[in-house]
């Protein structure tokens, strides 16, 4: 995964489809489902991780915007 589209991309699969209208939220709900995708053993330890690091990325950037 490349980019926070590849993430949604990922998560539709799983039947989940995210949109508050606050990207941040955005982004922290994404978070969220990975983390219980993941806890329920039904992504890998590299999809998480790289899914992860890029939310954390993009929501720093959001922040450091404000």
């Known amino acids: ?3 926070i589209y590849d993430i949604q991309q990922f998560l539709k699969k799983y039947g989940t489809i995210i ?3 606050d ?3 955005d982004l922290e709900l ?3 489902e990975l983390k ?3 806890d329920s053993q039904l992504i890998d330890v590299k999809d998480y991780q790289s899914a992860t690091l890029l939310i ?3 929501i ?3 922040r ?3």
């Open 1 to 3: 995964m490349k980019t």
């Open 19 to 21: 949109y508050i209208g």
């Open 23 to 25: 990207r941040e939220a």
């Open 30 to 32: 994404m978070a969220s």
């Open 36 to 38: 219980d995708l993941f």
């Open 56 to 58: 954390r990325t993009e």
């Open 60 to 62: 720093q950037r959001l």
């Open 64 to 66: 450091e915007k404000k």
